[in-house]
């Protein structure tokens, strides 16, 4: 190759990166996801993604031909979502408890998957299993398209508090409230009584026993978390919306967002700012994803993970309770990725071992499969120093948007 040949090609090619590193990065995302430049496949990430992932796939993308390619995929239809705010925007419902009290709530997910394209929410089949115990929670939908529920209350009335550990080892934390409890009867799980075939929906409570006036006086935003979940960052029932809270996670390497709703354990449910729902501790247990009988998917919680907003391996708790950044939980089977996705996910606790981080093996996670070799190999146990395993707590957290 001559030399003006190869300085064209040099050329070229630095053009080519100033264009990459250059590209503009759109205010608002709805529904597809951000726009980007002309033909770029890797682009500087959205604000709120930022600094956990600095590098997102740009458009167009492959997941546009085929979902289960590289790029972003929208899960959840029904929302709009914001990737500067780590906002969505859902579709507010009411009903009614059949002793006369409203329940707003959101719908996230579905046993039929007709239902759920027709919906916009996710589809999960496995989550038919966990119609058990105190998750029977029932509805029957009238005439005017009012859900009547037969029971399940929550109070969104206590205030979300948590006071770490030591500095050195802020988990457990010394006290943890969560900033909404439901009943013995609450259940984020609905089956429809007077539908022709069973369908079991995820229908989270939002707000309880409130008018429409009290809470159209949140359309724009700085909602009283004394009267709807802590998540809320608006609800505007004249509008029929309300606007949640996202986290970030990861799942086979993507990152992803998601909402948390609820959880079995009240610390649990506080570093998770969700309801408190203690019928949840009747979900099925199996322990296996794919076993029939199985309602929950697993979900990796690193517990000491690296510390430090400017250390690109940071994770998991110590690092939450201390720079009130998320955990960057790692997620198993999602839509597009798996069979076997439900909103339900049964936590993994995950504790590097002093080996592991004398060996500098410390990094931060984000395969399930990589995480198991890792604690099959001893590098990462559970709470108790036993193998890595469920222990018991499960979070409700339906999927809404996969960024690459």
Known sequence: MSKQRWANHIALLLGSLVTLNAAPIQAEVINRGIESGPYQEARPAPDFLQPDVKIVVGQPSPSEVNPSFLGPVLLMKSAQVDLVKGTAKLPLHKGKLASGETAWFIITDA???????????NYSPKLAY????????????????????????????????????????????????????????????VKVTNATKD?????????????????????????????????VVAICPREGTVTLELTIGFTFSKPILYLSTEANDPVVATLETATYAPAMEDLPFAHEDALPGESAERIYVFVNGATGLDNPHRQGLYSALTDRRGPLNVL???????????????????????EAIKKGYRARMSDAIHIEDMGAKGYIRS???GSLRAVGFIVNCPVVYRVN
């Open 111 to 121: 046993t039929d998957e007709n239902l759920s394209n027709l919906h916009g929410v």
């Open 383 to 385: 709470l108790d120093g």
């Open 199 to 231: 369908v079991l929906f995820n229908a989270p409570m939002v707000a309880f026993n409130q008018t429409e006036e009290q809470l159209n006086a949140f359309c724009n935003g700085k909602p009283n978390h004394d009267l709807v979940h802590d998540k």
């Open 332 to 354: 198993g089977g999602i839509p597009t990725i798996n069979l076997d996705y439900s909103p339900m996910w049964r936590i993994f606790p995950a504790v590097w071992t002093e």
């Open 130 to 189: 966990g119609f058990t115990g105190r998750n029977q929670r029932t509805a029957t939908i009238s005439k005017d398209g009012t859900w009547v529920f037969n029971r399940g209350k929550v109070d969104f009335k206590p205030k979300l508090s948590i006071t770490p550990g030591a500095a050195n080892a802020p988990f457990p934390p010394q006290a943890a409230q969560p900033g909404s409890v439901g009943d013995n009867n609450y259940t984020p799980l």
